[in-house]
C-alpha cells in the first residue's frame, strides 16, 4: 500500500490543491483550512454548502501563512498572514464559538464582491485551534477549521467502487480527502484503527459522514440534478450518523509526507 495524493484546502470550502509532498505539524498538513469565510454581521462561518460557487474561489497558501486569492473574473490579491496587533473577530464554525484574526478590510471587500453579501475572511493560528470533537480520539486533540478533525482519508478503491454504482467516474476532490491511499481493498480503511505513513504514525477516528457538498462538481461549481453520488451512498453507506464515505484521522507526530510513501496497518 502507498500514499497515492496529498490535497490541502488553505481556505475552508475553497478550492484544493494537489501537492507531492507536504510537512505534517499537529493541526494536520500545514496550511491546510488555516482559513475561512465568515457572514460579516453574524460571524457564522461559509461554505459550499451554501454558496455552491466557492468552488471557483482559489486560495493558494504560501510559506509566510497567507493567502493568493483568484476567481475568475477577479485580480489576484495577495492576503499576508494577520499579525499579532490584528483585530480578534469572534465566528462560529458548527457548535463552536472562537475569536480570531481578521484578514482586514481589502480582503473583505474583493471577497464581499465575489460572495454577493458582506464577507470577512478569518484566520486561526495554533494557539486558537478548536479541540475535535467530542466523544472521538484524545482530549487534547485539535483542528483549525477542518469540520471536526484534521486529515480525511480515502481509499482510492473506495472511489472506484463508488464511481462504478453512480455509473460515472467520480473526481476524488469531490470528496475533498488530504490522504488518498492504493493498493488495498474497496472500504478496508474501515477496519483501520492505527496506520503509519512513513514514520508517522494516525489514530482512525471517525468514519466521515457525507453532505450535499459531494454532489457539487469542483470544477464547474454545478450540484448533480440526480444528487449524485449522495443518492447512492444512502443507499449501501448508510450508518447511524449519515451516509460514510472516508475515515477521520489525527496524526501522531510531525514530520514530512511525501506521494509514494508506503503505508502500513498497524492495527
Known amino acids: 500500500m ?43 462561518f461559509l461554505t459550499q454548502r451554501a454558496v455552491p460557487h466557492m468552488s471557483q474561489l482559489s486560495a493558494l497558501w504560501n510559506a509566510e ?24 473577530r469572534g465566528v462560529t464554525i458548527w457548535r463552536d464559538t472562537l475569536r480570531v484574526p481578521d484578514a482586514g478590510d481589502e480582503a473583505h471587500a474583493w471577497l464581499s464582491d465575489f ?7 478569518v484566520q486561526v493560528p495554533p494557539d486558537r485551534a478548536r479541540t475535535t470533537q467530542a466523544g472521538y480520539g484524545k482530549d487534547d486533540d485539535q483542528v483549525a477549521f477542518a469540520d471536526g478533525f ?31 491511499i492504493e493498493g488495498f481493498p474497496a472500504f478496508a480503511e474501515d477496519g483501520w484503527k492505527r496506520i503509519r505513513i512513513g514514520d508517522i504514525e494516525f489514530r482512525v477516528v471517525k468514519p466521515c459522514a457525507r453532505c450535499i457538498l459531494t454532489t457539487i462538481d469542483p470544477q464547474t461549481g454545478e450540484r448533480s440534478a440526480d444528487r449524485e453520488p449522495l443518492a447512492t451512498l444512502q443507499q449501501y ?15 501522531d507526530g510531525i514530520g514530512r509526507l511525501e506521494v509514494g510513501m508506503p503505508v502500513t496497518v498497524l492495527e
Open 2 to 44: 502507498r500514499l497515492s495524493a496529498l490535497y490541502r484546502y488553505p481556505l475552508k470550502s475553497g478550492r484544493g490543491e494537489s501537492l507531492q509532498q507536504v510537512v505534517l505539524d499537529r493541526l494536520g498538513l500545514e496550511g491546510d483550512r488555516r482559513w475561512m469565510l465568515v457572514d460579516e454581521p453574524s460571524g457564522r
Open 65 to 88: 501563512g497567507g493567502l493568493t486569492l483568484s476567481a475568475p473574473g477577479y485580480p489576484a490579491l495577495d492576503v499576508p498572514l494577520p499579525g499579532a496587533d490584528a483585530p480578534l
Open 115 to 121: 460572495i454577493g453579501k458582506p464577507t470577512r475572511l
Open 150 to 180: 484534521p486529515l480525511l482519508l480515502i481509499g482510492e478503491s473506495s472511489r472506484e467502487d463508488l464511481s462504478s454504482r453512480v455509473g460515472r467516474t467520480l473526481e476524488m476532490l469531490r470528496f475533498r480527502p488530504n490522504l488518498v
Open 237 to 251: 453507506r448508510a450508518q447511524e450518523g449519515g451516509a460514510m464515505f472516508g475515515q477521520n484521522l489525527v496524526n
